[in-house]
């Protein structure tokens, strides 16, 4: 039967999370936010990363200005998105084109009308006009010396409707200079056959290269994707975990299993794909948005089998039973991470820290059992090493080291009419370290900033070392929010002491205990490190 | 273009939410879940619903009874599920295949092997004795009077493996008396093409029908399913919400719309699919497993519109911006607001909330401002929707309604060695309601919970309306997380009163202010929503 139809053929895979996925319900990416996802982006070596429309949005020009400085990428071109000139002008009057330029990114994206409804119904103007519009503009900005892409949108839409006006709007934009035109399915109504056909028939009818851009409004937005490229589309736009406004966008990384995988193309850098799954988990912790388990290729859940009927079959023959080896995009088999996988995957994980487990095992068991359990209780140890570390060594001593012994702690926040402005927090700290009793209070702006500032105190003058410690990271989680405020809280921490950053885990009923459990590890891990013994 | 190519066929629809979709992760339904969800898949007009494997798993065997009993059905037969006879034994003397006509399902689903692989490595015989036992079981249970479908398991990887033998295993199917043969994609690594290809080909050669049983680990179940059809198949199986093993089985409302709103088949019965969204949140109100607010057709978000650039023309025209009227799946077009948001789409979502800015264009550019400035500093309205509609109603009435005067509040946590156990956690609210001060503490299991917990309680007295008021979901995000703990915290909540949901929005710099103010803004609407004055 069929067997890969597009070997060796490269598709460039352009990332509009950053632009479209920001336009999902719920989603509000902030300029770190930004600067955070598009070096995990340029690690997979997409090819463009649309960063947003400079010029339209303020927080998307102050994007691309911290970008230009700040942003070191190896693989990726940046991409500013924006929209023809209007109507009646010129576009070097025209000043949202003109932001576009001063964005400073290397390519620029134009969404431009193909279909003549919208054309005359949204944009009020006429078929010529539009014509003009995109042409004028394409022109102008490979004049500037920019590479322009054009999304021609509610392309298939349009094309169904009049094919003719429809094809002179990507002729107009191939003959002014542009790269690529993009066809979309922006309302995403589309199904693969039609994308097929509109595809394969557009491309006899004009001259050069192809995208496709869809929506998963009928639930196929990846097979729209695949079935675009196998009629000759070499460019793929879509966005990390399928986010985007409605239905979402094309999920960017199953197309490109599909198409490295399944149909033998060119699309992220050699060896990535297997940083698939854990690039999407942490664009998951920027966007705070909870992976969904199902996800293809990537969910936690997408090799996970629970067939009591399969079982000892797959533990035989996996292949068998599973349609890739999930190692290929860096996801695993559920069903082995529990015995062989888990105890393998904890010796090589303590071999990376510097603790070597050949020949305990039973060491190995009763950590594997702990990790299982934690993991259970929502904890997490693939973003805090630092707490796994001293899981780890606590296991092979027998006890933790023995810094200081908490008594307790309160913290609190105060807020009243008669002071005004925000609330006053404090927090107080009693505990024993260097053979005293120390009692301290801390301020902060926050209960947790009050708390970790009472800890450092009461701890420094017997470990002076602790000065140089700073918190550089915190998040929250609410692991399960069907209870309302009873949900469990995890907390993750990073720590930097100016040379090194680690990182720890806390779970507790509320934030405060969840983040005191991290804040302790903090402490005792940069310790450790430091080779400092208990005093 | 294409236009539909299915007009009047009718595709037969087979649930197997309750056999193949409980293998999700996470779901464990019970019999009386089962005697929840059958009714309302027969509301819909499924032609068969699959129940369970009676005789293998107990749970299944006593649904079947009690089924048989109680389960009054209009539209949908019920399915038995199990395998064919034991190699090298008669069928009527298997104990399983007993079972399935005990069951007194009057459709027996049996799963066969196709793939010779599976035969030889999974089942240990040999392919004629394969054979032999997709014959007995099949014509035992047609003499016995029970239609007959038979699962081809594995059959796609089958089929490309040794096409000849997975040819046969259909023929001895359907030789014994088989109403129809389902390909499966077992291990859900299909692409759509190879797919019709290949239900294409096995049409040729066969004379029965053919069904389709897909799974979603490429991402293309629902294509699948549609390209399956579109080769011929005539009987489609799947899962209400996606649910199954792994990435899920194929989305079975998803494919029914598709093939009825874009291919013309018939599938439901007549009116049912303005149902199906209603439906599918009622059994994921059994599973207990979140709905996903991308999911097509069905989803919170699947017809949510937040670009600015859209709404204006949205507003003139929404079929320009919707593949489909979501009434006709009984969904709703929703308007998000955000900074990308115009004067438009917030004169619109006024209209939805029943706020009407007609002929007030002073206000809408007094809210278009607020709500720019407030996004700016980490505010987010398109899960907020009732704090929206409090900002909108003060930039109408000129304030806000005055139910009480919080003049401090006051939360804490404290933990203890020598207390053990959680954190003890409390505040304590004075406020002024119905002309008196009140000072009142609630304890909780974190500090958020607790202040909830004071100001209901010191509201309680004045407004008893606020008793039926419950806060269901809450959610946290840091903003800006280059601040270690500075950052600034958003909460979002969502409170009901048993008849509706409301979801309000706070930001502050640290999780207690940020909730403070979410809470604060539910009691406020909530009052407001159940029309009660000030007192």
Redesign the interface.
Known sequence: ??TPTLDGETVEIYDTTLRDGA????M?L?V?DKMLIAPLLDELGVAVIEGGWPGA???DTEFFALAAKELDLRHAELAAFG?TRKAGARAHDDVQVRALLDSEASIVTLVAKSDI??VE??LRTDGEENLAMIADTVRYLTGEGRRVIVDAE?FFDG??FD?DYALRAVEAAFTAGASDVVLCD????M????V???VAEVRTRTSGRLGIHAH?????????S??AV?AGARHVQGTVN?Y?????NA?LL??V??LEL??GARCLVPGALTEVTRIAHSVSEVT?IPP??????I?????????GL?AS?IR??PD?????DPTLVGNDMRMLVSDMAGRASIELKGRELGIDLTGRPEVLTKVVDRVKNAEANGYTFDAADASFALLLQEELDGHRPAYF??????????????IGG??E?EATVKLHAGGARVVQTGE??????AL?HALREALLGTYPEIASF?????????LD??H????V?RVL?QTSDGASVWSTVGV??????AA?EALVDALVFGLVQAGVEPR
Chains 1, 2 share one sequence.
């Open positions: 039967m069929t336009q999902q319900e719920g509000n902030t770190a949005i303020p927080k929209s409804r919208h119904r949204a509610h094309y169904r094919p922006t309302n995403g109504g199904l693969p056959d039609w097929h056909a509109v998963n409004d009928t639930g196929c937005a990846v097979a729209n695949v079935a196998q399928g985007g406004e409605r239905t979402g999920d199953a197309v299993a599909n399944k149909l705070n969904f388990g199902r996800q293809p290729y969910g936690a859940s997408a090799f996970a089998h629970k067939a399969h079959a035989v023959d068998l039973y599973q349609h890739i012994r908490v008594e307790s702690w309160r913290a609190s926040v105060l807020y009243s009419e008669r925000d609330g927090c902060g702006n926050g209960p947790v900033n970790d700073e918190l550089v990271d915190f998040r929250v989680r609410l929010t069907s309302g405020t009873d949900a809280t921490i507790g009923p509320n934030i405060l205990e005191y």
